[in-house]
């Protein structure tokens, strides 16, 4: 009797899939720290995709932070997005090599921290729609429930049309009581909220603190803080308020200083409390530009 109940409450067994069978490798486009991803053409698929492969030693370190609290993979979150600013993901599985892999759609174009340090027409021209976009994807990402934990630009994919990818879900957790409680540091040292750095209690407002710097470092091409090379020169700083976007980027609409102001409060009550909030002030100053100017939208 045990021996069925056992064998019904198992998981079924997964498929592993031979990389080198499937896809034909055309070439590494990224060394992310916790994964290779190729781009590739799949034969199943009959595609070209981006392929990720995760490093198995990296994951079990990082997935056994969150042992006994049935933390969905990055693959499981990826396959639920839904969105036209995030990565669509096609598939997730384990590799013959006991690698988790995910099939995602390949995005032709440039990170956004390419194009902030490059700081050309695009940028400049597009910028107001880039962080509405962006704004949007992490809104979508909060109404799921989730707290990404790792919003920058290195995790912002810009298509060939100039429309914003998020992609990355490596980091991410439940926005629920177990997963905000205080724990570890992670995520990237200078877009990461006070609240993360001084081991405190977290919620999806450490997103809207990154957004935040991704969308002053967007705007002005520079951090609002100095960049720190560690976390305790990072928090350092974060006692002193942050430089003003304004000083930066004078003829700037003051709604839009304003709003990526409040997003950097040190404070969390002082800060937008959701998401939804600060892009519903982009998206009215952006309406009122493109009917002034329909070219620069
Ligand atoms: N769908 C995609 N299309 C095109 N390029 C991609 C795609 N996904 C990822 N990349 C490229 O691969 C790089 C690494 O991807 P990703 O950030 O998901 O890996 P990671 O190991 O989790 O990285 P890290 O933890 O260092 O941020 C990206 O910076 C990007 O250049």
């Keep these: 009797m045990d021996f069925l109940k056992k064998l019904f409450q198992s998981k079924p067994r997964v498929q592993k899939v031979d990389i080198g069978r499937r896809f034909e490798l055309y070439g590494r486009v990224g060394q992310g720290s916790m994964s290779k991803v190729w781009k590739a053409r799949d034969s199943k698929l009959g595609k070209i995709v981006a392929l990720k492969v995760l490093d198995i030693d990296k994951t079990n370190r990082l997935e056994a932070r969150f042992k006994g609290l049935k933390k ?6 990826a396959i639920t997005l839904k969105h036209p600013h995030i990565v669509k993901t ?3 599985g384990v590799t013959t090599k006991n690698e988790a892999y995910l099939v995602m759609e390949f995005v032709e174009g440039v990170a ?17 729609r880039m962080t509405i976009e962006l704004g949007e994807a992490i809104n979508y990402f ?16 810009l298509d060939e049309n100039h429309r914003i990818k998020l992609i990355d879900f490596g980091l991410v957790v439940p926005n629920t ?4 409680a205080p724990g ?32 002053f470092e967007m705007f002005a091409g520079q951090l609002p803080w100095e960049s720190g090379q560690t976390l305790e020169s990072i928090l350092s700083h974060l006692n002193s ?5 304004k000083t930066y980027c004078p003829d700037l609409d003051d709604r839009i200083v304003q709003a990526v102001m409040k997003g950097l409060a ?28 329909p070219a620069n939208s």
């Design 112 to 128: 956004l921290s390419f194009l902030i340090s490059a700081q050309n027409d695009v940028m400049k021209k597009h910028c107001l």
């Design 177 to 180: 009581p177990h997963f905000q």
């Design 241 to 245: 308020p942050p430089a003003d976007l």
């Design 266 to 293: 040190l404070q969390t009550n002082d800060r937008w409390q959701r998401i939804s909030e600060m892009i519903e002030v982009l998206r009215s100053v952006h309406q009122e530009q493109s009917a002034k100017d």
């Design 90 to 92: 096609f598939e997730h």
């Design 142 to 157: 909060h109404r799921q429930n989730w707290i990404h934990r790792d919003i920058c630009p290195r995790n912002i994919l």
């Design 184 to 215: 570890n540091r992670t995520g990237t040292a200078n877009y990461m909220a006070p609240e993360l750095i001084r081991r405190q209690r977290t919620d999806q407002r450490i997103d809207i603190f990154s957004y935040a710097v991704t969308c």
């Design 72 to 77: 969905p993979t990055e693959g499981e979150i």
